[in-house]
């Protein structure tokens, strides 16, 4: 009897050490692939009015911030207009309002880099921020409770500014075709709890969250479409559903600060 549960500890050990050597293949194989250059993504600024987006108008004024990572800065496509900020500066501006649009997203941020960014950000003055983090202290394996230190720090700065603080939790990355399985599940495991640890920092220091994986996680997992050419930042319809899922959050924002 000792025998037999020797032997199903060993094939439990080898088959545990197998599992790690194919993530640890899978791993150095998606830092192998080719990524679109952070230099490709648009400079995320504008001015914004009127049911065209673009133009002179009158309506209230909003000031609207983008912080965070890649998916901030807009790799993956071309135009500001095809990133969150320039679809949520569109959205707003078709509603009557004059939306002012800067980013000083950084690619390849985590959470720890949020500092800086929020510093050039205040310079502006703004009335909402929108946050876009969370990706790539999965990749690294951020500790949870540095990520939530970083970005409580990060929203209660901005509010104390008197900043409305929306933001986007790390989206689904078991949608992510970059990664093989069971990589991909893996950090998609990783990403879900890191979103909920984020979530719960955000409502702590006064911010809104908004759960991307969970409002768009599935249309990423079904759409190849929604990703660039890369399979890891989100294309022009990726971003599309990012910023429908953030804008009631935005809009609220931006009317909360109109009323004051």
């Given at each position: 009897?000792?025998?037999?549960?020797?032997?199903?500890?060993?094939?439990?050990?080898?088959?545990?050490?197998?599992?790690?050597?194919?993530?640890?293949?899978?791993?150095?194989?998606?830092?192998?692939?080719?990524?679109?250059?952070?230099?490709?993504?648009?400079?995320?600024?504008?001015?914004?009015?009127?049911?065209?987006?673009?133009?002179?108008?009158?309506?209230?004024?909003?000031?609207?911030?983008?912080?965070?990572?890649?998916?901030?800065?807009?790799?993956?496509?071309?135009?500001?207009?095809?990133?969150?900020?320039?679809?949520?500066?569109?959205?707003?501006?078709?509603?009557?309002?004059?939306?002012?649009?800067?980013?000083?997203?950084?690619?390849?941020?985590?959470?720890?880099?949020?500092?800086?960014?929020?510093?050039?950000?205040?310079?502006?003055?703004?009335?909402?921020?929108?946050?876009?983090?969370?990706?790539?202290?999965?990749?690294?394996?951020?500790?949870?409770?540095?990520?939530?230190?970083?970005?409580?720090?990060?929203?209660?700065?901005?509010?104390?500014?008197?900043?409305?603080?929306?933001?986007?939790?790390?989206?689904d990355l078991g949608a992510a075709r970059a990664y093989a399985q069971p990589l991909r599940a893996l950090l998609g495991g990783r990403g879900r709890r890191l979103a909920a640890a984020q979530a719960a920092a955000v409502r702590a220091a006064g911010g809104v969250p908004v759960d991307l994986g969970e409002q768009?996680?599935?249309?990423?997992?079904?759409?190849?479409?929604?990703?660039?050419?890369?399979?890891?930042?989100?294309?022009?319809?990726?971003?599309?559903?990012?910023?429908?899922?953030?804008?009631?959050?935005?809009?609220?924002?931006?009317?909360?600060?109109?009323?004051?």
């Amino acid at each position: 009897m000792l025998d037999g549960a020797l032997g199903t500890v060993s094939v439990i050990a080898a088959g545990a050490a197998l599992g790690v050597a194919v993530l640890a293949v899978e791993a150095w194989l998606a830092t192998r692939r080719d990524y679109v250059a952070d230099m490709t993504a648009p400079h995320v600024e504008g001015e914004y009015t009127g049911a065209t987006g673009r133009g002179a108008g009158g309506g209230p004024s909003v000031r609207l911030a983008v912080l965070g990572d890649s998916t901030a800065a807009g790799v993956g496509v071309r135009n500001v207009g095809e990133t969150v900020g320039g679809f949520l500066a569109t959205r707003l501006a078709s509603s009557g309002r004059r939306v002012r649009l800067v980013g000083v997203a950084i690619a390849g941020s985590r959470t720890g880099d949020l500092g800086p960014q929020v510093s050039r950000a205040l310079l502006g003055r703004p009335d909402v921020a929108v946050i876009l983090v969370g990706t790539n202290d999965v990749i690294h394996a951020t500790p949870t409770p540095t990520v939530r230190r970083h970005l409580g720090d990060a929203v209660r700065r901005l509010r104390g500014a008197g900043v409305g603080v929306v933001v986007g939790t790390c989206p689904d990355l078991g949608a992510a075709r970059a990664y093989a399985q069971p990589l991909r599940a893996l950090l998609g495991g990783r990403g879900r709890r890191l979103a909920a640890a984020q979530a719960a920092a955000v409502r702590a220091a006064g911010g809104v969250p908004v759960d991307l994986g969970e409002q768009t996680g599935g249309v990423f997992r079904a759409d190849p479409g929604t990703f660039s050419v890369d399979r890891f930042h989100p294309s022009v319809d990726g971003y599309r559903l990012w910023a429908e899922a953030l804008l009631p959050a935005v809009s609220d924002a931006a009317s909360s600060r109109a009323s004051l």
